[in-house]
């Protein structure tokens, strides 16, 4: 299982959040530190190692890191917001 480490940005993001939307992406998350390429996953285009979650209408990106055993998460926002 991978460890997960949070951006000033998407910390922010989750305090500034209502708990059901806040619940439902620590859920996504938990299922990433599982398998961090599931179904929905997507590689983002033009980027080297970066990848989006979806949760309803927000995106997570994030990147992972096998030599640390690590997945960062770099930004939860809107989709119109994150790209």
Known sequence: MLDIRYSNKAAKFLKKSNGTLVKRIIEKIEKLRENPFIHDTKKIVGS????????????????????????????????????
């Open 48 to 83: 080297k190692g970066l990848f989006r979650a979806r949760v309803g209408d927000y995106r997570i990106l994030y990147e992972v890191d096998y030599k640390n055993n690590l997945i960062g998460i770099i930004k939860i926002d809107k989709r119109s917001d994150v790209y």
